[in-house]
């Protein structure tokens, strides 16, 4: 079988898996989200932080739940990683330090999961399963729950209320992670991946010497790093380490982890705004733009550039031989297209076109499907956007399932869109100003600037991925990248929330003959062509230095 057939056979196995699982996944968590009943472990946990779940929230009762959860979630992960050396469990490993423990409490709460650690090297068996692991399913349900907060906003009318924040963080946890994780954690140990809590220990040989590894719940946090979107790997070579991704079986299962949530999430919209057709659209345009970037990717790095990848049958380097390029291309267009991050290649050693797909795919907002929550609520404030373009250009009063977008939630929506660019373009260009930062690069010219440009990329729009060659673990790319982690997680959700809040109070209006139907494949094609435009205009001079000067350049 040629390698492009195994690819193409690939995806489309994908393609069926994710087709069988949305409608039921997407019904349950709708259940999920508009259910009155609590269960008796829920109770338990609603008592232990004394919430009462059945009170409702206006929207800046629901953002100071937000921030204030993730904040002790940032002050205690810091606190566990500084107290490692004393604390058992930890072969070995000292305390982090404090510019890094930083940088990961930052990064783990943020749902973006960068490691400029080797996690083997670095975090022993209770920082991984206490501190990192147990956010990768507290910022995921976050996530999913800003997300049915806007969708809330929008089904609902004459009314502030946007239900309540830590109903909605235990049910996310309790109801939809938790049960998929024990599912797909014995899957995994299936596959081969590891779980235990082994210590350090040597293996086979190596140069002419031995290797030193560690073992750890690998299974049991690898499925909620993919489910999650989260992206954190055990290990620093991530989802390439055999011990996390054994072959090709586990390799597909953990792509369908990554897109699982955020594609049925838009059945979970349509069945709660009442007109799962509504939904259809949302789910059409995130899939015209996965399967468009996914086929562009596995077009590039499939494509023979002279001698070498001829021999190799395609751009090999960096690449898993036990993947082949099909299996790395699709992993690599869903891990930047969501927020996940995780790799199981190496980004950098992918062609000059194929890293331009991968910055890209973080620079559109990572809405394709997108991250556990935040690809919906991503898509929807586009989705905003496309109808207040519509609108002028038709010259209506624009209005998206009832709700009319005047001049409050256009200024919403944009201040939602210009906070993520303003942080990439900001801190890459100061980070290419001064002398030190410039350090830290591996390579020089186009490529150089690719590292910078990709890491603020997958820092602001809390993916996580590293492009490699970047020596990252540097006070400065510790600070502004933790800084630009947190503000490019939390900023938004200020302005998503407040959307919801305003659409929620709103009257309903009727439709008329002249009201878009944002049900149709018109609306597809005019929220694919908002998002490619307004990401085009955005980024394209910074790409245009980058990628697209090393592409056009090989």
Known sequence: ???????????????????????????????????????????????????????????????????????????????????????????????????????TAA???????????????????????AGL??????????????????????????????????????????????????????????????????????????LGGTRQWNGGAVASQEVIKELGTNGGGYFNANSAHPFENPGPFSNLFEIFLILVIPFSLTRTFGKMVGSVRQGHAILATMATIWLGFTALMMWTEFHHGGPAFDL???????????????????????????????????????????????????????????????????????????????????????????????????????CYLLITPALVLGFTAVSMALPTPKDSMLNSGAHGFSEILYAFTSGANNNGSAFGGLSADTTWFNTTIGLAMLLGRFLPMVFVLALAGSLAEQQPIPRTAGTLRTEKPLFTGLLVGTIMIITGLTYFPALALGPLAEGLAS
């Open 1 to 103: 079988m040629s390698p492009v057939l195994a690819g193409v056979l690939q995806l489309l196995a994908l393609i069926a898996a994710l087709a069988l699982a949305h409608r039921p996944l997407g019904d349950h968590m709708a259940r999920v989200y508009g259910s009155k009943k609590h269960l008796r472990v829920e109770k338990w946990l609603y008592r232990a932080i004394g919430a009462d779940p059945d009170s409702e929230m206006r929207w800046t009762a629901y953002l100071r739940g937000v921030l204030a959860f993730s904040a002790v979630g940032v002050l205690f992960l810091y606190l566990l990683q500084r107290l490692q050396g004393a604390l058992p469990g930890s072969p070995g490993f000292s305390s982090i330090d404090p510019d890094q423990a930083f940088n």
């Open 107 to 129: 990064s783990f709460v943020a749902n973006t999961n960068w490691q400029s650690y080797s996690g083997e090297q670095a975090m022993g068996h209770v920082v991984q399963t």
């Open 133 to 206: 692991a147990v956010q990768n399913f507290v910022s995921a349900a976050v996530g999913i729950a800003v997300a049915v907060a806007l969708v809330r906003g929008i089904a609902r009318s004459r009314t502030g209320e946007l239900g309540n924040f830590w109903a909605d963080l235990v049910r996310g946890v309790v109801r939809v992670l938790l049960p998929i994780s024990v599912v797909g954690a014995l899957v995994l140990v299936a596959c081969g991946v590891i779980q235990n809590f082994a210590g350090i220990h040597e293996v086979g040989q190596f």
């Open 312 to 414: 190799a049958g395609g751009a090999m380097e960096g690449k898993e031989t036990r993947f082949g390029i099909g299996g790395s291309s699709i992993f690599a267009v869903a891990t930047t297209l969501t927020s996940t991050g995780a790799v199981n290649s190496f980004h950098s050693s992918y062609t000059g076109f194929g890293g331009g797909i991968e910055t890209l795919g973080m620079q559109l907002g990572e809405i394709a499907p997108g991250g556990t929550g935040s690809g919906l609520y991503g898509m929807l404030v586009m989705a905003v956007i496309a109808v207040f373009i519509a609108g002028l250009m038709v010259g209506r009063t624009p209005e998206y399932l009832g709700k009319k977008i005047g001049t409050r939630e256009i200024k919403l929506a944009a």
